[in-house]
């Protein structure tokens, strides 16, 4: 009889493409089997009856701030409300950070404060603007997951955007590095210009600001990123994409050969210009959300395989960024790390039918093969680490503010009811959230990429 460290017993399993009831043996962190019914003995045990097991969510788009910033979030706070939805893998972003994951000694300070405190294994983003062209090697050398530009302003002093011809510059030594560079695509041109037009006649509110990042401002930078890719030949992957125009801009120069895929957010499925206007600053991001038209027409563009990754943009800041009567003025960021699963179970799954192994896909697998972290990463399949969320699909509970794992309890998503509640998070096999505690100490590890091939 063989024995196993782990038996995660009795589930129903989200694999590939199909769901089934099976027991799951994992071995020094990995997958070994996966069975209707192992006839084995295990040092531990879960009984997973009446469960549904997926793959550990990868955000693959996070702001946790460190170093520098921990007081805004930090990788502690972040990591642990990333484990309690069912999350063993976040890609943190270069800005926010003090100082930005410009070069190999910013990458080192951010590795460092990970290693300290992360619950969920990690991956870094490096930062590519006109002032780092020189360190992007270095970068690439300590193991970045990608390189990630800004076509407008970030928001941020020490993070400037790429012109460009900067852009042209980063995606050709991108590609020689074999890393895909990340995009948040707006034209600076044209929202610069609006929002100027606007604070100068006074005019500061909510609805001015969603009027100064029209839809035209993504799709006109989403398009001169698609023609920079294609002349350089470097992987694209555009970021918090916000409507369906923009992914069907995307879907159409992957059939011309580009190499190119697209992510979008929680908050453009669930919430609309409506709510921004409602919530105030809670719900403020850029691209900012949309009508209820342009949500209806991402959802079907996603629900077709047009959108490769869902990721929460989860981008958090003190309360007291997010007041102030000039909405042009207040921090910009959505904090929902902890909801992306309940929220695409319940909006995804329960409201329009999309199935369970496209929603792990989306979370999970897709994440994994894109980013380069395939086979390790992703799926329930053996030989991969045992990364697991362990879901009760008939929970249904209300997100309150007291139930934030995250540093500020701040959250547009509060008084939502959701169905889907994560009991066990197990990383390479070890539960590190359970019972509503979070395991100790901090076990994440870096990630880095195998071998890019476009």
Known sequence: MSEFDLIVRGGTVVIADAVRRADVGVADGKIVAIEPSLAAVAHEVIDATGLHVFPGVIDSHVHFNEPGRAHW?????????????????????????????????????????????????????????????????????????????????????????????TLREGMKRAAQLKRLVAVHAESDALTRRLAEERVARGQTTVRDFLDSRPIEAELDAIRRALDLAGETGCALHVVHVSCGEGVGLIADARRRGVDVTCETCPHYLVLTETD????????????????????????????????????????????????????????????GVQHTLPLMLTEGHAQRGLDLPAIARLLAGNVAVRFNLSPRKGAITVGADADLALVDLQREHEIKVQDLWQRHRLSPYAGRMVRGQTRTTILRGRKIFHDGRIGSPPMGRLLTPEAHTL
């Open 276 to 335: 921004m206007e409602q919530l105030g600053a809670l719900a403020k991001c850029a691209p900012p959300l949309r009508s209820a038209s342009a949500q209806a027409e991402l959802w079907r563009r996603l629900i077709a395989g047009e959108v490769a990754t869902v990721g929460s943009d989860h981008s958090p800041s003190p309360p007291e960024l997010k007041r102030g009567d000039n909405f042009f003025q207040v921090w910009g960021g959505i904090a």
């Open 73 to 165: 979030e930090g990788f502690a706070t972040g990591s642990s409300a990333l484990a309690v939805g069912g999350g063993t893998t976040f890609f943190d972003m270069p800005l926010n950070a003090s100082p930005p994951t410009l070069d190999g000694v910013s990458f080192d300070l951010k590795l460092a404060a990970a290693v300290a405190s992360s619950h969920t294994d990690f991956a870094f983003w490096g930062g590519l603007t006109p002032g780092n062209l020189d360190q992007l090697d270095e970068l690439a050398q300590r193991g970045v997951i990608g390189f990630k530009a800004f076509m407008c302003a970030s928001g941020i002093e020490d993070f400037p955007r790429a012109d460009d011809a």
